[in-house]
């Protein structure tokens, strides 16, 4: 039986595939801890500097396996989404930047998902679903916290009530999506990008994600401080003196994520 996620490292990139794709990568209990596993693998392992998550098949993900639904008690169900919030949070507080490639379906928690990452590359035929009226429940996953962030609350709440498809240019236009690529190009386009970061001052991308999610929810003094603080200890790496002797040499600079 092959697992549910297939995790690989090449080039300073740990890639992620969702691996059901005989279910459009729909979440269950296996998936959900290959996931927390794979983040936690990259959160300890230095060599990784960017992570890649994509789905296999036809789809990004269609969100938690429906079929798990009617045997879950209010208990279990607790105690699922716990462990959701768990990936949620272990993504968006790895010091590393997560790249999503999205396409087909990034339906349910799919979308909470690929919202989660701090870039999203699209194919044309990408589409965000925010299905879960559809099945009478609320958000998971963030989704409603990293949607009201980014295209305001009236937009959001629209999204939930008609769960009906955004597509990747809609997506991108309202500032979800980073870009947007053909369909049969979208694990080049999203490794070509990821191999790029992963040549950059990867501890300086850390703090910088580190900065930006405190900046959603916390006041302009609060942000200056820490930005002052960060930028002290980002100031004594290997990465920022080979940064400055690069640019006075006039040559691009090889960064080593020290």
Not at 212 to 229: G, V
Request: with cysteine; proline share 3%.
């Amino acid at each position: 039986m092959e697992k549910a996620v297939i995790v690989e490292v090449e080039e300073n990139v740990l890639s992620v595939t969702l691996n059901r794709p005989d279910v459009l990568n729909a979440m269950n209990t296996e998936m959900r801890e290959g996931l927390l596993e794979a983040l936690n693998k990259a959160k300890k392992n230095r060599e990784v500097r960017v992570v890649l998550i994509s789905g296999a098949g036809r789809a990004f993900c269609s969100g938690s396996d429906i079929s798990q639904m009617e045997e879950r008690t209010p208990v279990s169900r607790f105690s699922m989404l716990g462990q959701v919030n768990d990936i949620i949070l272990s993504m968006t507080e790895l010091e590393k930047p997560i790249v999503a490639a999205v396409h087909g379906f990034a339906a349910g928690l799919g979308a909470s998902f690929a919202f989660a990452a701090d870039q999203i590359v699209a194919a044309e035929d990408a589409k965000f679903v925010l299905s879960f009226s559809k099945v009478g429940l609320v958000s998971d996953g963030g989704a409603m916290y990293f949607l009201t962030q980014q295209v305001g609350a009236y937009r959001a709440k629209e999204l939930f009530f008609k769960a009906s498809p955004l597509s990747a240019y809609q997506a991108k236009e309202w500032g979800l999506v980073n870009q947007v690529c053909p369909a049969d190009q979208i694990h080049q386009h999203a490794m070509s990008y990821t191999q790029k970061l992963a040549k950059g001052p990867s501890f300086a991308f850390g703090q910088i994600k580190r900065l930006a999610n405190r900046a959603l929810t916390s006041d302009l003094l609060s942000n200056l401080e820490l930005e002052r603080n960060l930028q002290s200890v980002v100031g004594t790496t290997l990465d920022h003196k080979e940064g400055v002797d690069a640019f006075q040499g006039k040559r691009p600079p090889v960064f080593k994520g020290e």
